[in-house]
């Protein structure tokens, strides 16, 4: 793949006037960015951030309904248990989702490692021939 360098005239900023920077704008923007990137190349460990937090909150949401249903026998704060339930349910999802995008951005950087492996470097013949069938050549069986 061609590389090239080209030169860029820096000059110093014109007197008076203002950066565009915004600190608090620029940065949300860079951190946005940088957690779309990490979801987009590692999405376990991305999903697996979120499974961890979402398990660890319900299971502290459930140690008291826990401590009291094993007092009493009785579960009074049933809201409370049922939300506990559901975040951890929610946070198994999140872990499966990793594992499935996971699995998925593998074989899509392979199939990219393959698709760049297919091309030679300049001057030299190309090592592997490549060819695809089209399909205007693919005939129906009479």
Known sequence: MPVAEKPAAYR???DGSESKLRTYRDGLEIVRT???LVKEEQPLRFFSVIALVLALGAIGISIPVIIEYLDTGLVPRIPTAILASATMLVAFLSLFA???????ARARRE???LRYLEYSAPG??????VTRP???DERPAA
């Not at 990793?98 to 998925?104: A, H, R």
Request: net charge positive.
């Open 12 to 14: 110093p900023r014109p």
């Open 34 to 36: 940088i957690g779309l």
């Open 98 to 104: 990793g594992l499935i995008l996971d699995s998925v």
């Open 111 to 113: 199939t990219k490692w």
């Open 124 to 129: 030299e013949s190309p090592s592997v021939t």
């Open 134 to 136: 089209s399909l205007r």
